[in-house]
């Protein structure tokens, strides 16, 4: 016979799930209303308790408040940080990724999350073993946090998780994201340097930028040209991988186009212009952190991971699983520095 408000005894977990017919660490998670299980298995253990008068322990209560206080508390769940590069040595060669990476991880710590990175390629997980093993570690939060352009689509049953971009805004199918503003990034480059004199002003970029960042940049750069003076086409050098020949390709086109001025987006070109009569002014783009000391706009590597998080965490904590209808992408603002001195 199940036990009844009117025995003599306190109603158990322990009675409830033998009532409900479940474990009673699934009667706990009911009572607490955790997002874990389905709403209707919540609704209808809690209506058995009801029913059979269960009350929770005040002592059983105090004890555990002053068990949490002594021991650290638990992750509350694992992120994946996915990336393309070849592996893990290739991860730590790149400043930016390790940035952003490390921002993530320190965000998703204070947050009481873990946070891994998984390595997609040929010689590493396919998109379906990447979805085999996240699935059998039970991690459900997706962070897209270190893709290059070529990858453009990931083939993955997206409503097991919740996911967030950075700068992924070439993946199909879409995600929201969190990027960067280069659109305004290079109307404050653009102003700041025909402030300082330069009227023929071009921009050097990396060959693997990709379409969907340069098209920010190129639109920034043809907005501010409307407003400061007259519109030319927007000049763009694609860096390849910053050798010596690269530093001849990069005069002959500034001697082509007649620039007196140059722009560097996620480069630093600097000592590839020595020797070339620029003379007016350059600037950076995504040129280090703030108070680097570099004339520009500081890379945004700390907010980017520190916010990405925070918009997948809360993701997680609603259990809002699958792709967006409406995909976003929240731009963060960015702002000029001038050397110190």
């Known amino acids: 016979m199940n036990p009844t408000a009117s025995d003599h005894r306190r109603v158990t977990m322990s009675d409830v799930a033998l009532a409900a017919h479940v474990h009673k660490s699934t009667v706990s ?15 209808r253990i ?14 059983l209560d105090l004890f555990n408040l002053h068990r949490r206080t002594l021991e650290p ?7 994946a940080f996915v990336s393309d590069l070849a592996g893990p040595a290739a991860f730590a060669r790149s400043e930016r990724h390790e940035a952003i990476f490390a921002s993530a991880r320190e965000e998703a710590k204070r947050l009481n999350y873990t946070l891994e990175v998984f390595f997609l390629g040929p010689t590493q997980l396919s998109p379906t073993r990447l979805f085999q093993v996240l699935q059998a570690r039970g991690i ?10 070529a990858t453009r689509s990931l083939p993955i049953d997206w409503s097991q998780f919740c996911v967030v971009g950075i700068e992924s805004l070439q993946v199909e199918p879409r995600v929201d994201n969190i990027s960067t503003d280069y659109c ?7 102003r700041h340097v025909r402030e300082a004199g330069g009227r023929n002003v071009g921009f050097v970029v990396p060959h693997d930028l990709g379409p969907e960042i340069e098209g920010q940049l190129r639109a920034g750069y043809l907005v501010e040209n409307c407003t400061l003076g007259p519109v030319r086409s927007a000049p763009f050098f694609h860096l390849d991988d910053g050798r010596e ?9 500034i001697m082509a186009e007649k620039l007196d001025s140059a722009v560097g987006c996620g480069v630093d070109f600097s000592r590839l212009t ?45 259990n809002l ?21």
């Open 29 to 43: 998670l009911a009572l607490r209303n955790q997002p874990k299980l389905c709403a209707a298995t919540r609704e």
């Open 46 to 59: 809690r209506r058995i308790a009801e029913e059979l008068g269960y009350r929770p322990d005040p002592m």
């Open 73 to 79: 508390p638990r992750p509350l769940g694992e992120i």
């Open 140 to 149: 459900a939060g997706i962070l897209l946090g270190a893709l290059s352009p």
């Open 184 to 190: 305004q990034a290079a109307r404050l480059a653009l």
């Open 245 to 253: 020949q690269d530093s001849e390709k990069l005069r002959q086109w």
């Open 274 to 318: 020595a020797g070339i009569p620029l003379g007016v002014a350059q600037a950076r783009i995504d040129c280090g952190r703030a108070g680097s000391g570099d004339r520009g706009v500081p890379a945004l590597h700390h907010d980017l991971g520190r916010r990405a998080i925070e918009l997948l965490i809360m993701r997680l904590q609603m």
């Open 321 to 341: 699983r699958g792709l967006p209808s409406n995909p976003a992408t929240t731009l963060l603002p960015v702002e000029w520095q001038e050397p110190a001195g």
